[in-house]
């Protein structure tokens, strides 16, 4: 290049290096504005992460109101049922209390009616009080319902139903195992199978009707039915024996007893036992009754007298 053109370049150059082209400030100066515009610069970048965190703050805060209104109200609508639920089995319970308590007065009624009537109603009548065992919509008391059993049995036992005997037995068969039932219900019970032993001389009948006086006398021990029951039925189970060995073992049945009769100090006993002896003397059992007088004169003897000493 020749120094002719590079002098041309010089001048072009110190040409735009005019006082227009740039300006010139004192080095401090230039400093402040530096630093100025790095200051706005920090500024707009912490307002820009404030308003992220002002952001997040906001959708936070949002999102826990949100959650913990969602959690106070589900808290509260639990407790809102809880209550609910817990007045309604109040009332439940109440209710049922009250109905319970209703309906056994109105049972009260009813066998107290029976019972004036002396056992002898229309069969109708049985069947309604007997629906109540079955009716499992309301609560009745056990004891409520040995009662009802009880007036039932000797519904069957004073009246003429159809099958009365058969239905005796099946309401102490279908029932004994679910309650302790009064010890007439068993007396009763042996009488109703005493009957069918009578008219089919069936060793079953015999036995069940024995292992209910003994279930009678285990609730009351001087219950004198009971115990006049356990004598005729030995002695029809003697007259029915097919031989003599047979026969022996129901003599010993029969002495032993005389002697559990003995062995009680109960003077009650004996005087209900010859009472239920003048009783069946009127009925199928008479037969029965003149042979165990004629065969064991003392044992019933002792008897006589000690029901005599209670004022018979």
């Excluded at 006086?213 to 003697?238: H, Q, T, V, W």
Aim: aromatic share 12%; net charge negative; with cysteine.
């Amino acid at each position: 290049m020749s120094d002719v053109n590079l002098e041309q370049r010089v001048d072009q150059l110190e040409a735009a290096l005019t006082e227009e082209g740039y300006t010139r400030i004192p080095n401090e100066d230039f400093e402040n504005i530096m630093d100025g515009k790095i200051q706005k610069s920090l500024r707009e970048i912490l307002n820009w992460w404030l308003f992220v965190i002002a952001a997040l703050i906001f959708l936070l805060g949002f999102l826990g109101n949100k959650y913990a209104r969602s959690y106070l109200q589900t808290t509260i609508e639990g407790k809102v049922n809880q209550l609910k639920s817990e007045n309604e089995e109040t009332i439940r319970s109440i209710s049922n209390q009250y109905f319970s308590s209703v309906i056994g007065s109105l049972l009260d009624f009813k066998i107290e009616t029976i019972n004036k009537s002396k056992h002898r109603v229309e069969e109708a009548v049985v069947d309604d009080l007997k629906n109540y065992l079955y009716d499992e919509s309301i609560t009745i008391p056990e004891h409520k319902k040995v009662a009802v059993i009880d007036t039932i049995m000797r519904c069957y036992y004073f009246s003429k139903y159809p099958q009365r005997i058969e239905k005796m037995i099946n309401l102490i068969k279908e029932f004994e195992a679910k309650f302790l039932l009064l010890s007439t219900t068993y007396a009763n019970a042996a009488i109703a199978f005493n009957d069918m032993y009578d008219r089919y001389g069936a060793k079953q009948y015999l036995n069940d009707a024995i292992e209910n006086c003994n279930k009678s006398i285990k609730i009351l021990p001087d219950y004198g039915l009971a115990f006049a029951r356990k004598l005729e039925l030995n002695m029809m189970a003697i007259t029915k024996a097919f031989d003599e060995e047979e026969r022996k073992v129901y003599e010993q049945e029969l002495l032993k007893v005389f002697e559990d009769i003995d062995n009680n100090s109960s003077t009650y006993l004996c005087k209900e036992l010859i009472k239920r002896f003048e009783v069946d003397k009127a009925t199928y059992m008479e037969p029965y009754l003149t042979r165990l007088f004629k065969d064991y004169p003392d044992e019933l003897a002792r008897i006589e007298a000690r029901a005599k000493e209670a004022g018979i």
